[in-house]
């Protein structure tokens, strides 16, 4: 049956009650003429004698109530629609007049001519981009904002691939004028980038460390020890570092054999600096701790930081700890990584996911000792713990490369999606549940430009494959091994008995939104920590980030990744069935 025109008579030959909605050129019916079709029905139905007819008419009568709900919620939602659209419209005369202003004020500088100009016509483009997509697909906004994010990445990725082929380069070494210029715009970009929020990108620190290492504080820092990663096989030891997932020869499509590897770390320089992360409160961690820090600096001659807390604490056990490095405000925390050669926690995987969370950008490898009561990142055992060290100190050593995932709030509030507030990485996951609401959430998912679903349930897991045995698995995703890279959409509780957990790629965007209909704001949480409220309008980006955490092997990866699901969670264990049996019964 036609939504759009409902004829009913019935089968008294009463006079015939005709209900229609008239349909315009946008696709959606009229809000006001759905209001009095549903009244008409509903008087209708009132009117029409139904007791005691027959089954047919009666069904008939409950379809008719059926349309007219749908047609009055659709109705609803072209209203809200609307009131979203004339929203985009207003940022965009917003947005224009910046523009506007921004291009008056640079028509006197041809030294950032090219690029102010990129971004404002950019910006521009977008702001027009984003009106041609929202005005015609009232109920698709959110895919709209999606594509127009796209658009500004691809032009991103254009910009800075002209400013790698020398075209912006040049200009910088020729100018001198431009220097400082540069040095701002540069700041600038760092600004709008991650560093703003204390997250790296690969710009900012080719440009620090480059700064570092022309200053004149040069000799000051300790230079860190170079390694190598090789990808090997069954023993095979192949020094190659192969980029390639595909190779087209010849027309033949290939695939490399990279993720059938195990990554092994060659020291090419002696490591000189550890730093030693230790989970609070624990009296045989601290132990273990004096001792390592002894071991280490009298007898590998090493440098040793520890953080600020436990420095406190060695110089309570003796003054003789005074060579101990620490830092003094957070702000040193950014620049660790060019320092530190190895990280080595004692504690728990808790303390994995706090020393992975200290490094916005590159980490060092990692050694995690075992000092919790899972750990299924943590191989190593405190009893063994120089043996441990002497052999990675040693290396070769295999390493797990844990991915991370990058998030980052968007408000409804903000003028793009490169607006947004403290980026987290996180090692394990980034949930989005009802917090203290007592409503199930409501949580629309797309996963780059497509919609993925609406979650109703207690919230939504997206895990990676590290995290894939700790809170995802609780919520039924599977197991998967640490070295795959994806990302595991988990649903916590759904309240549907159809929805199944994803494995997404590694490639994509996943954007979680609460809509404005939603009951509750949601709460996203980072690796179990830092509780961030999400109102209806806001959204959560969430994509693989790339700094991953190395961390050090006991055996390899999937030897270590299979004894951790044995010893800690004793997958699959069953008493093995006895030999004897009804096995005459398969003859
Ligand atoms: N229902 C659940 O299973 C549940 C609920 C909340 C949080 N968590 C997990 O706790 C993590 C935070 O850990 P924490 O130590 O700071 O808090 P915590 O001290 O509360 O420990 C949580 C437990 O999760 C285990 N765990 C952590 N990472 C793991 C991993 N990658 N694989 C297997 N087990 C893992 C820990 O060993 C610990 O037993 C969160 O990232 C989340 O995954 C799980
Ligand atoms: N260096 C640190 N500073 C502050 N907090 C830390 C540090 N290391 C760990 N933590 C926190 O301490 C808590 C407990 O740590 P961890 O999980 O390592 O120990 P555990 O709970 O005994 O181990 P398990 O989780 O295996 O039972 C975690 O919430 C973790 O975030």
């Not at 090219?114 to 404002?120: D, K, V």
């Not at 715009?185 to 990108?201: D, F, R």
């Not at 309008?537 to 990866?557: E, I």
Request: proline residues 4%; hydrophobic residues 35%.
């Amino acid at each position: 049956m036609s939504p759009s025109k409902l004829d009913s008579t019935d089968s008294f030959g009463h006079e015939e009650a005709s209900v229609s909605c008239s349909k315009p050129e946008n696709g959606c019916v009229d809000s006001l003429s759905i209001f009095h079709s549903e009244k008409a029905v509903e008087e209708l139905l009132q009117q029409t004698p139904v007791a005691g007819m027959d089954e047919h008419l009666i069904e008939f009568s409950e379809a008719l109530r059926t349309v007219a709900k749908a047609l009055r919620r659709a109705a609803e939602g072209k209203a809200s629609a609307q009131a979203e659209a004339a929203e985009w419209k207003r940022r965009y005369e917003l947005e224009r007049t910046r523009n506007i202003q921004m291009e008056q004020k640079v028509s006197g500088n041809n030294n950032c001519e090219m690029l102010r100009h990129w971004w404002i016509r950019s910006s521009l483009d977008n702001a027009m981009d984003m009106l041609r997509i929202m005005l015609p697909c009232l109920f698709f906004w959110e895919v709209g904002k999606e594509q127009n994010k796209r658009i500004a990445e691809a032009r991103m990725a254009e910009q800075f691939s002209a400013e790698k082929n020398g075209d912006l380069d040049c200009e910088r070494v020729k100018n001198s004028d431009n220097q400082s210029m540069l040095q701002n715009e540069s700041n600038e970009h760092s600004e709008t980038g991650c560093m703003k929020h204390g997250i790296w990108s690969h710009e900012v620190l080719r440009d620090r460390e480059s700064d570092s290492n022309s200053n004149a504080d040069r000799n000051k820092i300790m230079r860190k020890a170079s390694f190598k990663l090789s990808w090997w096989c069954n023993g095979e030891n192949g020094d190659q570092h192969k980029h390639d997932i595909v190779s087209f020869e010849r027309g033949n499509i290939t695939t490399a054999e990279r993720s059938s590897k195990q990554i092994s770390l060659k020291w090419e320089s002696d490591p000189q600096t550890v730093l030693i992360l230790t989970k609070p409160n624990s009296v045989s961690v601290r132990i273990l701790c004096v001792q390592m820090v002894r071991w280490l600096r009298e007898r590998k001659k090493l440098n040793v930081y520890v953080e600020p807390r436990v420095k406190v604490e060695l110089l309570a056990e003796s003054s003789n700890f005074s060579y101990v490095q620490t830092w003094k405000d957070d702000s040193e925390i950014s620049h660790l990584h060019m320092k530190v050669d190895l990280v080595i926690t004692l504690g728990g995987d808790g303390t994995v996911l706090w020393a992975a969370s200290m490094f916005k950008g590159p980490v060092p490898p990692i050694v995690p000792f075992s000092l919790g009561s899972l750990g299924f990142m943590t191989p190593f055992h405190s009893e063994h713990f120089k043996d441990c060290l002497d052999s990675v100190l040693r290396g070769p050593i295999s390493i797990t490369l844990r991915h991370r995932l990058l998030c980052r709030v968007v408000r409804d509030a903000a003028k793009n999606e490169y607006e947004t507030e403290e980026p987290f990485l996180v090692l394990n996951e980034v949930t989005i549940d009802r917090g203290i609401s007592s409503y199930l959430t409501n949580l629309e998912c797309y996963c780059d430009n497509s919609f993925v679903t609406c979650v109703q349930g207690d919230g939504l897991i997206l895990s990676t494959t590290s995290g894939s045995t700790a809170y995802s698995l609780a919520a039924g995703g599977s197991m998967v091994h640490p070295q795959v890279p994806g990302i595991l959409f988990t649903p916590i509780c759904p309240h549907s008995l159809s929805f199944r957990p994803l494995i997404l790629p590694e490639h994509v965007t996943v954007r979680i939104m609460v809509p404005f209909n939603s009951r509750s704001p949601a709460w996203a949480s980072f690796d179990g920590k830092d509780r961030k409220l999400l109102a209806a309008g806001d959204a959560l980006l969430c994509s693989m980030a790339p700094w991953p955490v190395p961390t050090a092997c006991q055996v390899d990866s999937t030897n270590d990744f299979l004894r951790s699901i044995h010893d800690g969670l004793h997958w699959n264990l069953r008493k093995t069935q006895s030999f004897d049996g009804p096995r005459d019964r398969d003859l």
